[in-house]
C-alpha cells in the first residue's frame, strides 16, 4: 500500500483578494518578502508572485469585493461594466432597483452589443452580483397571528358547507389594500457595505379593491379611492365611465361603508342571471347587514385573512410589484432619459468602451 495514503496531505488554500491586498500593502511599508511569508504563512514564491501582480490585482477589483479568490474576467465584460455603471448611476439618482430590471437591462445591453448569444439568466445575475459585491436588501413585514384551530374549523364546516353551492367560476373574493403610488420599491439591490438609502418615501396613498373570482378566469372592475373628487389628470375626461375603475373619493381616501355598500349593488347588478358567493374579511367597513339578490356575502374569521384569504396569497403582492415595476420604468429606464447633470445609458457605454457613442433609442 502506498505511504502516502497514511499521510494527511495538505490543503491548497487560494488566496482571497483581501490577503493578496494586505500582502501588497505589508510590502508597500517595506517589508520583506521573507518576513511576509512568515506573518501570512504562506509559501515566499506566493508573496513574490502577488507582489509581481499588484497592478493586475488591483485593477480587476475596483468594485472592492475583497473576499473572492478568482481573477477570472466575464465573457461579457461590456455587458457586465455598462449594467454596473447603470446600476450606480440609478443607486446615486435614488432609484431602487430588483433583480427583473437589472436583467432586462443587461438583455438591453445585450442588444446593443449585438451579443445575441448572451442569456440574462439568474446564474450569469448571481456571478455579477458576487464580482460587484452587491446584495439585495429584505424587509421583514410582520406576520399575523392565526389561530389555526379556529381557521381550520371556518374552512371545515363553514366555507364548505356553503361554497358546495356554486362552482368555482361563481366563487370570489374582494380586499382592499393601500398602494402608495408615488413610492419606489424598497427592497434594492445595493453595495455590501453601502447605507442603503434612496431617501424619503412618498406618502401620497390610494385605496384600491381587488375582486376575482377561483379559477381565476374572471376578474371585477377594481375600485380605486383617492383623496380628491377631481384630481387634476381627470380635467379633460369626458365620462368616468371610461376609466378601467371606478373611483370614488373621501379627505383620507379610506374605505368606508356607504362606499363600500354602493360598490355591492354594482357588482349586484352586473351579475344579474346569476348566483355568486362572496368572501370578505371583517374590516368594520363591510356592511353585515345588506341584502342582494344576487350576491352571497360571506364573512372570514378574524384574524385570519393572511392564511386563507385568497387575495393574500400573493395577487395582491403581484399587482403591486407591476406597478412598481412600471413606475421605475417610468423613472430611470429608458435609453437617452436623464435629468440635468447626469448620465445617459450612452454616456454608460461610451465610459465603459472608452469610445464616443451615439446609439439610435432601443
Known sequence: ????????????????????????????????????????????????????????????????????????????????????????LQRNRGIPLGGSLLLEKAAEFARWFGKTKFQASSGWFTKWKQRHNIAFKTVSGELAQVDLSITLNWIQYVYSTVAQRYEARDIFNADETGLFYKALPDRPFYFKGKTCSGGNHSKDRLTVLLCCNKDGAEKLKPLVIGKYANPRCFAKLKSRESLPVYYYANKKAWMVTTIFSEWLRKINKQVQKRKILLLLDNCSSHPKDIRLSNVELLFLPPNATSVIQPLDQGIINELKKHYRRKLVHKHGFKFKVATAGTETDDDIISRVLGVNCDSEEI
Open 1 to 88: 500500500m502506498d505511504e502516502r495514503t497514511n499521510v494527511q496531505r495538505k490543503r491548497r488554500n487560494a488566496l482571497s483578494v483581501r490577503d493578496k491586498i494586505t500582502i501588497i500593502e505589508k510590502m508597500e511599508q517595506g517589508r520583506k518578502q521573507v518576513d511576509v511569508a512568515k506573518e501570512m504563512k504562506i509559501p515566499r514564491q506566493t508573496v513574490q508572485k502577488t507582489w509581481r501582480s499588484r497592478e493586475k490585482i488591483r485593477s480587476q477589483f475596483k468594485s472592492k469585493n475583497y473576499d473572492r479568490k478568482k481573477m477570472r474576467t466575464p465573457e461579457y465584460d461590456d455587458i457586465d461594466m455598462s449594467l454596473l455603471e447603470w446600476f450606480k
